[in-house]
């Protein structure tokens, strides 16, 4: 797509949750997933096997990183709509973490959720893998407007497993924010806003994190200068550096902040981990 391709072990060291993008569907059992290291990666870096990418997420997990595998995406099919399907999903991904030596699993379903079927499997999936499960959520921006809404719900129905909800503040417009003013894209109102909306929903400030492109490259609309993503993580946190919306209480344990991709990063000069990185490490 234009990116830079990565190694594994080319990611930022900045980066403290790694998704790899995308685990795929199995097309003959509803719900199961698979995964491959895309051949077309090794062509673009000169060669990279199966066994080096293991090896990477070894090295990466002993330097204090997390490394999860991403599943859906803008094209992904996967759909968890009942008890069987849930099974598959949750047997097969544990399959993949076993062998791999996955953290967890990241939710990027663009295609539709289906909360209480999915709930159900992750909760499944936290039990066989144990407490060191990784859980986040990568949703689109819309998924996440009201409480109502099918990926919110599925956020409150994992709530207890849940790590971290990166929302994807980009390639949405202008929307509502907490307070019901309408704030567009590319802001630091829309974001703080919309973080807003997920803790008052119920969420916990933890388990709420910031998502923006890396680049202008890297989505249709709604990418931010680094230094913004720093002044709204200290507008939540603190209440300065914010814009005209100031939320109605200071959240100090935000959780940080996530990027399409560490690929768009790279091709950009890592503006992003450059930038945002020193600063969340330095937060509470």
Known sequence: NGSTPQRLSDVQNAYDII?????????????????????????ALGGYTDA????????????????????GGQNGAITVGDATAGANFANSAYSIIKD????????????GV????LGNALHSLQAKVGPGFVLTMAPETIGMYSTSGAYFQLALNTK?????????????GGMNGCD????????IDFITSQVCTHIQGGLRPDQVGIGVPASS?????????????????????????????????????????????????ANNGNAFSNTVGPFVHKMP
Do not use: H
């Open 217 to 265: 490259k890297a989505a249709g609309g709604g990418y931010v200068d680094p230094s913004v993503v720093n002044n709204a993580l200290n507008c939540l946190a603190t209440g300065n550096n914010c814009g005209s919306f100031v939320p109605p209480a200071k959240w100090p344990t935000i959780r940080g902040a996530m990027t399409w991709s560490t690929n768009w990063d």
């Open 100 to 111: 791999y030596g996955f953290d967890g699993i990241d939710v990027d379903l663009e295609n």
């Open 19 to 43: 998704a790899v993008s995308f685990a795929d569907a199995v097309p003959t059992q509803t719900g199961a997933i698979s995964f491959t290291l895309d051949p077309g990666l090794s062509k």
């Open 160 to 172: 207890d497993i849940l790590t971290v909800v990166n929302t994807q503040f980009y390639n949405s």
């Open 180 to 187: 019901g003013k309408v704030y567009n894209q590319g802001t």
């Open 114 to 117: 289906q909360a209480v079927p």
């Open 52 to 71: 080096q990418f293991r090896a990477d997420i070894k090295a990466k997990q002993a330097a204090g990183k997390k490394v999860i595998l991403s599943i």
